[in-house]
């Protein structure tokens, strides 16, 4: 595993990074039609990195006409799968073979610490490429039973241009999730990165390039949400979009399809994750350790984060001096530094929103135990501490909304049917965890939590093997697994009388 020890070791690198700021768009960086760039900001100085092309709807026009183009010609959808598995395993190795810098990228340009981009990021999205470039010749078609005077045929095909609308919070794996089964899956792709992380995935397309993704067949359009966003949404040409980011703008992409071609849209939104601990929980210890690793890793900026901890009373105080010991030990700081936990919330604005629901959170009337504030002001960054909230009710907006910062409310419950009923008293689903030493409660709990994965007695357990997404407004369809490829595909169904 990459794992840098020393500060030195990272800016060695750093000093190598190539930082690409135009367009990518079939097999050529290229400027913005109109010319426009923006400043890509560090969020851990507040600085520009560099200029970065703001592309609007003329460069989703020639990104799709390119992708359709290459698409109608059957040059990678029409390639044997053995051939395109080829090329997708390249593609990994190239990105494995790039993952210190990949990892230094994603960290200046979203502010999360390097530890995590190196311990975690890069790995799964390895494990990502390699996993779908292995089903490019696994998939079987199949045969209906009909009777012997006919064949019925059900064939899946890909789907053609897909669009792909990311969010900043895990600017390379949230893209590849979708990246990479729609390329195995013969598609061409359009990707539009957040506008405040497009760095990763501009070096990502120069590496499948490298290794033999025809031009045309994977684009990246960097650029805001309301121009490029809006464009890829509204396209006529595209023919699914999937996307992951706030419920707001999902709504808004169901709309741009209704109001254009009716292209297929998958959405991967927003949670509010309850994390649920039982009297009868078997390691009070560890489960406080947990429940604060997984809130503040990635500052929080994290969809399954888990930002409804909902105790039940018998051990709420014992437990609650835990969270409080374990997130003592949890601060901001630069996120270069190898030894940093926490590091900068990813722009000024994402940290203003966040300082906001801390306000709104003690003028609702719950106490905060820890944190509460900004940090850092000397390095100039976008720093929060660590913040834990008590006596939450959960119908305070600190319960309900999505803050996707480092904000921990803790609700207490009496009984079993209140922990379920208030984990499930929410507008999403995504997630949830329970903590129990009873299995037969722990499977109880888990069918009647409405939400797309339950972990029990561990938080954020799986791996590209098992589908991810949510209920409710978390979205619909499911990133990961074969389950993904249903995104991608079309189902024909031919029939024929013999
Ligand atoms: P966001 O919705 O603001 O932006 C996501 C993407 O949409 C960006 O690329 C942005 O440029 C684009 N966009 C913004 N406005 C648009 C518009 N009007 N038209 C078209 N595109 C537009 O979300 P964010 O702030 O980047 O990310 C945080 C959100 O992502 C949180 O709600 C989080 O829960 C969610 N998220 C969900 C998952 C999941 O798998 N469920 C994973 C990670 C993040």
Request: charged share 25%; aromatic share 8%; proline share 4%.
């Amino acid at each position: 595993m990459l794992d840098f020890k020393t500060r030195k070791e990272v800016d060695a690198v750093l000093d190598t990074t190539h930082l690409i700021g135009k367009a990518f768009i079939n097999g050529n960086f290229v400027d913005a039609v109109s010319g426009e760039t923006f400043d890509n900001v560090s969020p851990r100085d507040g600085k520009v990195l560099n200029q970065v092309a703001s592309c609007d709807s003329p460069d989703v026009d020639l990104a799709v006409g390119a992708a359709r183009k290459v698409f109608e010609a059957g040059t990678w959808s029409d390639m044997e799968p053995k051939e395109r598995k080829k090329v997708m395993l390249r593609f990994a190795q190239a990105f494995a073979d790039n993952a210190a810098e990949l990892a230094v990228l994603e960290t200046i340009d979203m502010g999360k610490p390097i530890a995590e981009s190196t311990g975690f990021d890069v790995g799964a999205v390895y494990e990502c490429l390699q996993w779908y470039a292995e089903w490019c010749d696994k998939v079987y078609d199949e045969i209906a039973p009909s009777g012997p005077n006919s064949l019925g045929m059900i064939t899946r095909e890909a789907i053609g241009v897909v669009g792909a609308v990311t969010p900043w919070n895990f600017p390379m794996l949230m893209s590849m999730w979708k990246v990479a089964p729609a390329l195995a899956a013969g598609n061409s792709v359009i990707l539009k990165p957040a506008e405040q992380s497009p760095l990763t995935a501009l070096r990502i397309a120069e590496l499948a390039a490298e290794a033999g993704v025809p031009d045309g067949v994977f684009n990246v359009l960097p650029g805001f949400g309301p121009t490029a966003g809006q464009s890829i949404g509204m396209h006529m040409d595209i023919d699914a979009l999937v996307f992951t980011g706030s419920g707001e703008i999902g709504k808004k992409f169901l709309q741009y399809s209704g109001q254009s071609n009716m292209k297929r849209v998958w959405l991967e939104c927003g949670g509010k994750t309850p994390f649920i601990v039982f009297n009868d929980c078997k390691d009070i210890g560890e489960a406080a350790e947990t429940v604060t690793n997984s809130m503040f890793f990635n500052q929080g900026e994290v969809c399954v984060a888990p930002s409804r901890l909902i105790v039940e009373n018998g051990i709420r105080n014992e437990f609650m001096s835990e969270v409080r010991a374990a997130a003592s030990k949890i601060s901001a700081g630069d996120p270069l530094n190898p030894d940093t936990k926490m590091g900068a919330m990813v722009d000024e604005n994402q940290m203003n929103r966040v300082l906001d629901y801390i306000k709104i959170g003690e003028n609702e009337g719950a106490e905060i135990t820890t944190g509460g504030n900004r940090a850092n002001l000397n390095i100039g960054g976008y720093y929060i501490e660590p913040t834990i909230f008590e006596g939450v009710r959960n119908d305070m907006r600190i319960a309900q909304e999505e803050i996707f910062g480092p904000v921990l409310s803790v609700i207490d419950v009496t009984d079993v049917d209140e922990a379920v009923r208030t984990a499930n008293d929410s507008q999403f689903g995504l997630a949830a965890s329970v903590w129990t030493k009873d299995l037969s409660k722990a499977h109880q709990v888990s069918r009647k939590l409405r939400s797309g994965s339950v972990w029990v007695n561990c938080f954020d357990g799986g791996d590209i093997t098992m589908p991810f997404g949510g209920y409710k407004q978390s979205g619909n369809g499911r990133d990961r697994s074969a389950h993904a490829l249903d995104k991608y595909t079309e189902l024909k169904s031919t029939w024929m009388e013999l």
